[in-house]
């Protein structure tokens, strides 16, 4: 048993140190690819150099959906605002729980979706937006509703989306550079004449980094993701004060067989569950790597932990 | 010459320091005000709810009198306890209310005539809402006064806090005796639910 004080002190630890090591990281790939990139091209970029062209081009995709990630929202087939009469637990809760976290109440949609999942985006709690499928709503009682409605307004207090598409750019740019260093083997001049030692290391490890960091980073921001859920599942209980709720909503989603839809792969680490996989059980270690959640199995326990 | 540059850097950062949390104890403090208001918001919202429910349902709960003449007072107590803004006084009529509300709960369910009356049916949800609201409300009272209190005991912000003359907010007062307090053996047990 763990209080819900301690768990987000162990979560607000654990996410920090996967952050920290995320930019270690980042930083160490991009400082060898550039230089591999350097010495096979022939020349060092001027002005930005080559990490501010790759920043820029991974930047300018990543704002869009960061910037205007509310409005997005409504280009989904199907998603209409929420009415007070019509979806009056729907509304209401988030309402309740705006109140009780004294944030302003996010915009609300409903998706016209026989498969329950929900989610939030919005760059900030001023201009967030919480998403519920109508399966969701129809599925799921007042007091689980509450539970994930509260999970969806810890990922918008928690800043999430903010922090994944910073990570999104992050990724990108190492993405980026790798492919760069890649395509420059073939049309870089060659360089038998002026050979020297320290510059073919990075040619060697520039390969190797081109050819592995953009998984390594592909699965730190995984890694980070899957914890930012066990964050706002936290923060859902820290908000109801009622595991028992989002547990039973997390069994029910996990049990229905449909699924989504309009997923959209841009948001699909703010679902409440993963909206392309339905891991039920634990599974292989392996597929759990490449998941965007982590098994529902597993959130459960820790949910169970704090009752 | 390089010692005084090094000692005028952390001057400055201490100052953002100690400013910083001048301005979390000024906003915390404002916020907590502002969390009281809505309490008494959201009490004078329930309260105007009432006589909806009074007018909706008088035809059906005719030999339920006790019950109307506990709606009315409950509904007095949070009028009168709003106006005097007092956050102990708002507590006790939000309890008052929602002592009475399971029993119209227990009336509707059992009477199927009232149960088919939509509009019964949308005020009960109404006001159970509106008991949700009351209760975040006070849950973000208690977060904030927790927030704020905390930082007041704790090093090194208790030190912002003794130069400026912060003092500890009260915020919803509990009772340090009394019914809430005792645990009968009869609570102890686990409820027994037939289903």
């Not at chain 1, 001049?189 to 953009?214: M, Y």
């Not at chain 1, 998984?215 to 859920?229: A, D, F, H, K, M």
């Not at chain 1, 059980?281 to 949910?303: C, E, M, Q, Y």
């Not at chain 2, 910083?20 to 969390?35: H, L, W």
Request: charged share 20%; aromatic share 8%; with cysteine.
């Amino acid at each position: 048993m763990k209080n819900i004080y301690e768990v987000r002190t162990a979560n607000k630890i654990k996410s920090a140190v996967i952050v920290f090591l995320f930019t270690v990281f980042v930083f160490v790939a991009t400082y060898v690819l550039v230089n591999a990139l350097a010495y096979n091209l022939g020349y060092e970029a001027g002005g930005f150099g080559y990490v501010g062209i790759a920043l820029i081009a991974s930047g300018i995709s990543s704002f869009v959906s960061y910037y205007f990630s509310d409005q997005i929202i409504l280009g989904i087939a199907g998603a209409r605002p929420a009415d007070r009469r019509r979806d009056f637990d729907f509304y209401t809760v988030a309402e309740n729980i705006a109140i009780g976290q004294g944030i302003p109440k996010p915009k609300l949609y409903v998706i016209d979706d026989p498969s329950p999942n929900a989610f939030a985006t919005g760059r900030d709690p001023a201009h967030a937006a919480v998403c519920a499928t109508t399966g969701l709503l129809e599925k799921l009682n007042r007091t689980e509703l509450e539970g994930v409605i509260a999970h969806e307004m810890s990922h918008v207090k928690n800043f999430d989306t903010r922090l994944m598409s910073v990570v999104a750019v992050m990724v990108g740019l190492v993405a980026l550079l790798s492919d760069w260093f890649t395509r420059s083997l073939y049309w870089g001049r060659s360089r038998d004449d002026n050979e020297n030692n320290s510059s073919s290391i990075f040619l060697i490890l520039g390969l190797v980094f081109a050819i592995l960091s953009p998984i390594v980073g592909t699965l730190i921001q995984l890694v980070i993701s899957r914890r930012r859920e066990y964050v706002a599942d936290a923060g859902s209980v820290e908000i109801t004060r009622q595991p028992q709720g989002l547990i039973s909503a997390l069994e029910k989603i996990s049990q229905d067989p449909s699924p989504l839809k309009n997923a959209n792969k841009a948001t699909a680490h703010l679902y409440i569950s993963n909206p392309y996989k339905k891991v039920k059980t634990g599974g292989s270690w392996l597929v759990n790597l490449f998941n965007t959640h982590p098994p529902i199995s597993d959130r459960i326990k820790a949910l169970k932990a704090m009752v | 010459m390089n010692l005084i540059y090094i000692l005028l850097a952390i001057a400055v950062i201490l100052i953002f320091w100690i400013i910083s949390i001048y301005n979390f104890f000024v906003s915390t403090k404002t916020r907590i005000g502002a969390s009281i208001q809505e309490i008494g918001n959201q009490l004078k919202r329930q309260s105007e709810l009432i006589p909806n429910l009074e007018a909706s349902a008088k035809g059906y709960l005719k030999h339920e009198k006790g019950i109307f003449d506990e709606l009315t007072s409950a509904r007095r107590a949070i009028s009168s306890a709003v106006e005097s803004g007092d956050v102990k006084k708002m507590a006790d009529a939000g309890k008052m209310l929602s002592e009475v509300l399971p029993k119209i709960q227990v009336v509707v369910e059992s009477n199927p005539e009232i149960k088919a009356s939509e509009v019964v049916t949308n005020l009960m949800e109404e006001l159970r809402d509106t008991s949700d609201k009351v209760m975040y409300a006070r849950r973000l009272l208690i977060d904030l006064t927790a927030d704020y209190n905390v930082k007041i005991v704790t090093f090194p912000s208790n030190i912002v806090a003794g130069i400026f003359h912060f003092e500890k907010q009260k915020g919803l007062e509990t009772p340090e005796s009394g019914d809430e307090l005792k645990v009968t053996e009869e609570e102890t047990k686990t409820p027994k639910v037939n289903l």
